[in-house]
């Protein structure tokens, strides 16, 4: 059996990998929340697999309300950082709360759906049978079969990235048996046209306003523009319809096609944006002759050529990695549907398939809504159909959109990475300014909130709670995934000319916003904890004091990675020399008093005990400040933390608790969690403090749908498999008992190490490192291992540690043995 897991390791990625890579299922999706989605970074379809009443909703990823803020939104704001600081070490916090509103911007723009498509199909009214539709992940194609008046009806839906269009192929088994009527509507502002090449035309506005949907006031979407030019950026959908025989009209209402053999639908949009800092309507593109372009191009190719170029571009990410887990019932998605599927398994069933099903639909998300020189991921991906989505579908940056990000690297997809990391370029130009207007700071600062125009200021308008909204650390936040951008890929010129200067730059802020304290310790105020609140010492509610201990710790890990990286390019100065003066100093982590880590500076009683934020937790995950290898106490109250705010959560909070409890070593309890976040949940309503699972179609339910939850539990599940933090690899540090058997191909590792590993009877069987970049392995394993032309393994703390050299391109074989 070793030498067979060893030897699978070999081959190539469509054998080593799981039997089955699709969702499927035996009836069309009724919500938006069962149907299935595809994507190519910008171009996104909701496919529901209707029979004679196809819809497809569409969406492009820069189609977003208002513009740039660009005038100054709160002057006044700076004149009272000092009163807030007076009120919070005076221990007011109260008063310091009602102050902090006074420091508050303008609210974020929403994420915004493109159009509906419809494709009305006639079908003499005979009821669909033998149907079927599915999702493949190995491809990112999508098809839905079924048989009415004895012809089988087959369409194949995918968004190309090397085309950038969305391409809908419909067949018959028997000669001109479509006839169907194809037509396009928008929630937005919207007009239909016909172009004299027989293209479909749906262009409009978007509006230049959109409340967040937690907003109440009368308008809540507002279109009149005449305040401000820079607003409602313009958009157009075409629609191209080639058939093969029959004959077809088209008019404003759509194409009508009537007996076809075959017909190929291509889908092309833009928008008129032109970057954060332009305005839309000013300076914006042309979005006609863009997505003319697009499409030109395409209908110059054939649909096998099409499709060719799409799996070519989708596999060569994809096809990276492959994860197969041994545990359960096997076949079971050959045998169920995906819906009855995930039924099954939230009454009990074991399905380590459907788990790393749920692994490689993260990956597959993350290829499908975050491309090089595209937008970010946002709260949904890119895969919105309401006009005030929930939270704005935009980029929250305490949280969400980092959360989007962490299986980026560990998955063999790092350049996926890099919508965020231009993001994160961009909120330092408007960071910039912020610090200045806010707090009359030098450097630059995030908040809570941002969106496509790179919005910075703490939100709110004066009415928001400043437990959200005037958390100031996600500057500092973003900077991490900088540096391990900069960790995982080994690129120097990267961290020279991108990563290094935007860590100054926060750095320097935040040398201006922390103050010492009577104690003499540098800490942060005023300070808050995301979304969560405290019972001070007279029991009142408060949730803006001084230095919790998230806001610690983010700066911690900031100056840390940033006096690394000045050391790596040798850049010794006076603002280095301060840094490494100040960071000893910064407020310490506090043990409380039931053995946990303290939240806030004090050990302040809960308001809500199982409150779904656990950001006091930094340090475990996203950073590496607490571990149990190094840090036992520190692990022991992270720990404790964890018992005391329970599993339950929404989505995106079970999945960051899974990478907490894959980092505390303890691999049962993270997949307990794996197997919670697979819940089948009901898809209508919505309990935002409790709740988490996943719907029909596979998204997350925070509820409702948020992405991270997804993105989160992918990158915790690699967690469990392969750990970099800390200078060391461990190999399997949190494997449940469940995942008996497995291999795994094409993980990533801090350095450039790329590995491969197999297991049985829980214990490692084989594998390989592949050093990209070369340099010293510091390799950690629970088992005795030996290193062909390495040495062998030695027993260090818990399990067992080699140290070797590793040489650019070499692959080093793992095998069982040693002492």
Not at 748 to 775: H, M, Q
Request: include cysteine.
């Amino acid at each position: 059996m070793r030498k067979l897991i060893f030897l699978m390791l070999c081959l190539p990625f469509a054998v080593a990998a799981q039997s089955t890579l699709k969702l499927w299922y035996k009836q069309p999706a009724r919500l938006w929340t069962q149907a299935l989605p595809v994507g190519n970074g910008r171009l996104g379809g909701m496919i529901f697999g209707k029979t004679a009443d196809e819809l497809i909703q569409l969406n492009e990823s820069t189609l977003w309300s208002g513009g740039p803020v660009s005038k100054s939104v709160n002057p006044d704001a700076a004149k009272y950082l000092a009163e807030v600081r007076n009120a919070v070490f005076a221990g007011d916090y109260q008063k310091a709360e009602l102050l902090s509103k006074k420091m508050q911007g303008v609210y974020s723009e929403s994420y915004l759906p493109l159009a509906d498509l419809r494709i009305k199909q006639d079908l003499v009214r005979e009821e669909p049978a033998a149907y079927y539709r599915d999702l493949d992940i190995a491809t990112a194609v999508s098809k839905t079969q079924f048989v009415a008046n004895g012809v089988h009806f087959t369409r194949e839906i995918f968004s190309s990235a090397p085309d950038q269009v969305i391409v809908i192929r419909l067949t018959a088994d028997k000669p001109h048996a479509l006839t169907m009527k194809i037509g396009a509507h928008s929630a937005l502002h919207y007009r239909n046209s016909v172009r004299s090449d027989s293209v479909l035309v749906l262009s409009g506005n978007a509006p230049a306003h959109v409340e967040p949907n937690y907003i109440r006031k009368p308008d809540p979407v507002v279109y009149d523009s005449s305040a401000t030019a820079c607003k409602g950026m313009r958009y157009v959908l075409l629609t191209r319809a080639i058939q093969n025989g029959g004959t077809s009209t088209i008019d404003s209402s759509g194409i009508a096609i009537s007996n076809a053999t075959d017909v190929l639908i291509l889908l092309s949009a833009a928008t008129s944006f032109n970057g954060f800092d332009h305005c839309p309507v000013t300076e914006g593109r042309d979005e006609l002759k863009l997505a003319g372009q697009y499409l030109r191009n395409a209908q110059a190719k054939s649909y096998e050529e099409l499709l060719k170029r799409h799996i070519a571009d989708y596999q060569q990410y994809f096809n990276r990695m492959s994860l197969t887990l041994y545990g359960g019932m096997p076949d079971q998605g050959a045998t169920l549907p995906t819906d009855q599927r995930l039924a099954a398994y939230s009454n009990g069933n074991e399905d380590a398939g459907l788990e790393a099903l749920y692994f490689q639909y993260g990956r597959y998300l993350l290829i499908s809504s975050s491309r090089q020189g595209g937008t970010p991921a946002n709260l949904q991906g890119i895969w919105n159909n309401m006009m005030r989505a929930p939270w704005s579908s935009n980029f929250t940056t305490n949280i969400n959109v980092q959360m989007n990000y962490w299986p980026a690297e560990t998955t063999n997809l790092s350049e996926l990475h890099q919508p965020l990391l231009d993001l994160t370029r961009e909120l330092a130009v408007t960071g910039h300014r912020t610090a200045r207007e806010f707090y009359g700071l030098d450097g630059w600062v995030v908040h809570h909130n941002s969106d496509i125009w790179a919005l910075s200021n703490p939100v709110g308008e004066g009415s928001g709670n400043p437990m959200w909204a005037n958390w100031a650390m996600g500057a500092n936040w973003l900077c991490r995934h900088l540096w391990d951008h900069y960790l995982f890929t080994q690129n120097k010129e990267f961290l020279k000319t991108s990563a290094y200067p935007l860590m100054r730059g926060a750095v320097v802020f935040s040398l201006g916003w922390l103050v010492k304290d009577k104690s003499g310790y540098w800490v942060t105020a005023p300070s808050g904890s995301p979304e969560n609140s405290f019972k001070d010492e007279n029991g009142k509610r408060g949730s803006i004091a001084m230095a919790s201990t998230m806001d610690m710790s983010i700066i911690r890990d900031l100056f840390t990675h940033y006096l690394k990286a000045a050391d790596l390019l040798h850049q010794n100065d006076k603002l280095r020399d301060s840094v490494a003066e100040m960071l000893p100093k910064l407020y310490p982590f506090q043990i409380g008093r039931q053995g946990n880590l303290v939240e806030w500076f004090k050990d302040f009683g809960e308001t809500d005990p199982h409150h779904r934020h656990v950001s006091h937790l930094f340090g475990l995950y996203p950073g590496e400040q607490i571990s149990p290898l190094t840090t036992p106490d520190l692990a022991q109250a992270a720990k404790k933390t964890l018992e005391i705010r329970g599993d339950e959560g929404t989505g995106w909070s079970k999945a960051w608790k899974i990478n907490f409890w894959a980092r505390l070593l303890d691999g049962n309890h993270a997949h307990l969690l794996i197997r919670d976040l697979l819940r089948l949940t009901g898809e209508e309503g919505g309990n935002y403090a409790k709740g988490g699972g996943t719907y029909a179609n596979m998204f997350d339910a925070h509820p409702p749908f948020q992405i991270d939850g997804n993105f989160g539990a992918a990158a915790g599940i690699a967690e469990m498999l392969l750990q970099s933090q800390g200078q060391e690899i461990y190999l399997l540090p949190a494997l449940p008992d469940a995942w008996k058997s497995g291999i795994v191909k094409g993980l990533k590792a801090r350095g450039n190490f790329e590995v491969s590993i197999a297991w049985n009877n829980n214990r490692l069987t084989g594998g390989t490192i592949t050093a990209l970049t070369g340099g010293v392995c510091r390799l950690r394993v629970n088992t005795p291992v030996k290193i062909d032309g390495a040495g062998i393994s030695k027993a260090s703390g818990k399990g067992y540690v080699l140290v070797f050299n590793t040489e650019k391109g070499k692959s080093y074989r793992i095998v069982p043995g040693g002492k």
